[in-house]
């Protein structure tokens, strides 16, 4: 990991890093030394690791809760170049969600490509983050919505060292048969509007996850209108199972 840059500000320090070719940026508390959770962070299609929902909620990880925070652009997304094959079966999604066409084989496509490229990019920043002093070896949680919840799911089921995770805005693209395979505590959040995820599907991955603990959100409104209070339920989650 080679760290590129580093600002303070309001007592929190981010440092953008390079992990080989993966960007990635580490928000933790000024002064920080020692082990505390970390929360992994996935941003939404055509956003990027410093996306402003993201980093708006980073930076209240980092303050109200004492956590650090790693985010790494998807392929294709902010500094990464362009992957031909994401870049492929993210364009020909829109054109058949737009003309209301057969998505199963694209969704295949994109499952495979995530169990094969970024799960394992993900574990990596993870076990290099982990090494860090002011990180060292907690627990950690996922945060992500929509391509962070596509990204997310299969990354949670693969990886043990995540406790808890916060998803949603997903469906259909994510496989059930991984969130089958999730027994941590979840809270999932769906709009109950959203016109790019069938609600019928949402409702199906929610009753997929094997957690015991597990919540479901569903708020009106579109797909990108996840009103802001849900924050602060998303700290108070992340701080009863990992705080």
């Known amino acids: 990991m080679r760290f590129t840059s580093q600002t303070s500000s309001d007592a929190i320090v981010e440092q953008l890093f390079l992990l080989g070719d993966i960007p990635g940026v580490l928000w933790s508390p000024q002064g920080a030394d020692g082990t505390r959770p970390l929360i992994a962070m996935g941003h939404g299609g055509g956003e990027h690791k410093k996306a402003p929902d993201v980093t708006d909620l980073a930076h209240r990880f980092v303050t109200e809760c004492g956590f650090a925070v790693v985010a790494i652009d998807a392929p294709s997304h902010g500094d990464r170049p362009d992957h031909e094959e994401f870049t492929r079966i993210a364009t020909e999604y829109e054109a058949r969600l737009d003309a209301a066409e057969e998505l199963a084989p694209l969704i295949a496509d994109f499952q495979a490509l995530v169990g094969r490229q970024i799960v394992p ?12 002093g002011h990180v060292g070896t907690g627990p950690i949680g996922y945060w ?4 962070g919840c596509v ?21 259909a693209e994510v496989p059930c048969e991984a969130a089958a395979r999730i027994t941590v505590p979840v809270e999932f959040l769906m709009q109950w509007d959203d016109e790019r995820v069938p609600r019928a599907q949402s409702l199906a991955l929610f ?6 603990e ?3 959100h569903a708020n009106p409104g579109k797909h990108g209108g996840v009103p802001a209070f849900e924050t602060d ?3 108070r989650f992340f701080e009863r199972h990992l705080g």
């Open 151 to 171: 990204i997310g799911v299969p990354l949670t089921a693969a990886e043990p060292r995540i406790r808890a995770a916060v998803l949603g805005l997903g469906g």
């Open 121 to 132: 990019e993900w574990q990596r920043v993870l076990t290099a983050v982990q090494k860090l």
């Open 233 to 235: 339920s998303t700290l």
């Open 214 to 216: 597990k919540t479901l």
């Open 144 to 147: 992500g919505v929509s391509l």
């Open 207 to 212: 009753d997929a996850f094997a957690s015991t």
